[in-house]
C-alpha cells in the first residue's frame, strides 16, 4: 500500500505543533507574533494544499510571507495618503479655531 498523505490543515498543526517550544521561549508578545503568522498561513491553506510541495512548511513560509506583505502594502498606501495631505492639517480635517 502506498503512504498515506495527511490533510494540509493536520500537516499545519503538526508543523505548528512541533514549533511549540519555541514559542514557549518567546516572550508573551512575540508568542503573539508567532500566532499570528501560523494564523495567516491557516487563511491560505487551500493555495499550500494545492502547491503541493514536498517540504510543507515551504508552503507554510511562502504563505506567511505573502501576508506579511499585504500588511506592508496597506501601511505603505496609508503613508502615501498621509503625505499627499496638506501640511500642517491633521488627518480628520479639525484644529484649532483662531484667534
Given at each position: 500500500m502506498g503512504r498515506t498523505v495527511l490533510p494540509f490543515t493536520q500537516e499545519l498543526y503538526r508543523e505548528e505543533a512541533s514549533w511549540a517550544p519555541f514559542r514557549r521561549a518567546l516572550r508573551k508578545e512575540d508568542?503573539?507574533?508567532?500566532d499570528d503568522l501560523f494564523a495567516a498561513a491557516r487563511y491560505h491553506?487551500?493555495?499550500?494544499?494545492?502547491a503541493g510541495r514536498p517540504v510543507p512548511f515551504e508552503a507554510i513560509l511562502m504563505s506567511m510571507l505573502v501576508e506579511e506583505r499585504r500588511a506592508l502594502r496597506a501601511l505603505e498606501r496609508k503613508v502615501e495618503e498621509l503625505a499627499r495631505e496638506p501640511a500642517g492639517e491633521p488627518?480628520?480635517?479639525g484644529g484649532e479655531s483662531p484667534g
Open positions: 508568542r503573539e507574533l508567532l491553506t487551500a493555495a499550500c494544499a494545492f488627518p480628520d480635517g
